[in-house]
């Protein structure tokens, strides 16, 4: 069964930095590209990032350049990212999510995701 | 302010037909075919429905259908049912800086 397990929620104070964990499961992980999006409460998903299992390279949206990183473990089937300055509008569940194409395509859709995790940044 | 803009709402009967928009620009829904749409029950996770404006995933009722022209996409649910009540979402690739946007949003009610 094909699914993405992610770490359990967290609650943080501004200026802190969270590491999220996602772990895969059922398919083959080295050929999809796994994405990080969050949601904000009442808002649609936004995309932050994602990462070529494969070689371990992420590319980030413009916006969370330099705060945001993530990295994979090709043993452990598992890919983790880090927020660091974390600030009250960060507050969100934050989701992985697997792109539909397999190999080197780019899909740039969402065929799996996680159950979520809600990051609380609060004082 | 979302980056592709959908109606906050939408209603129909048990039967009819809805169709949801989602405008962006030239540079994202107008320019690439990355357009997909996603369904999400109040504390779920999004499903995905449609992908590269048309594409339907092995499982998704053929009720639902997209299509696009020009900077708008469209979602299209026919023969509404009582579970189709959710949030809709719509998505685009928009190149190498911002990557991926999202719509804010429909909120689908079944009357």
């Known amino acids: 069964q094909m699914q993405l397990v992610q770490s359990g929620d967290e609650v943080e104070k501004p200026g802190a930095s969270v590491k999220l964990s996602c772990k895969a499961s059922g398919y083959s992980f080295l050929y999809y590209y796994v994405h990080w999006l969050r949601q904000a409460p009442g808002q649609g998903p936004e995309w932050m990032a994602r990462?070529?299992?494969?070689?371990?390279?992420?590319n980030y949206a413009q916006r969370f350049q330099g705060r945001v990183i993530v990295t994979r473990d090709v043993s452990t089937r598992t890919v983790d990212m880090e927020v660091t300055g974390l600030r009250s509008d960060d507050t969100a569940v934050y989701y992985c999510?697997?792109?539909?194409?397999?190999?080197?395509?780019?899909?740039?859709?969402?065929?799996?995701w996680g159950r979520g995790t809600l990051v609380t940044v609060s004082s | 302010q979302s980056a592709l803009t959908q109606p906050p709402s939408a209603s129909g009967s048990p039967g009819q037909s809805v169709t949801i928009s989602c405008t962006g620009s030239s540079s994202d829904v107008g320019y690439y075919d990355y357009v997909s749409w996603y369904q999400q029950y109040p504390g779920k996770g999004p499903k995905l429905l449609i992908y590269?404006?048309?594409k339907r995933p092995s499982g998704v009722p053929d009720r639902f259908s997209g299509s696009k022209s020009g900077n708008t996409a469209s979602l299209t649910v026919s023969g509404l049912q009582a579970e189709d009540e959710a949030d809709y979402y719509c998505s685009s690739y928009a190149g190498s800086h911002n990557f991926v946007l999202f719509g804010g949003g429909t909120k689908l009610t079944v009357l």
């Open positions: 999510a697997r792109d539909g194409m397999d190999g080197d395509y780019d899909g740039w859709y969402f065929d799996l």
């Open positions: 590269q404006v048309v």
């Open positions: 990462i070529n299992p494969r070689g371990g390279i992420a």
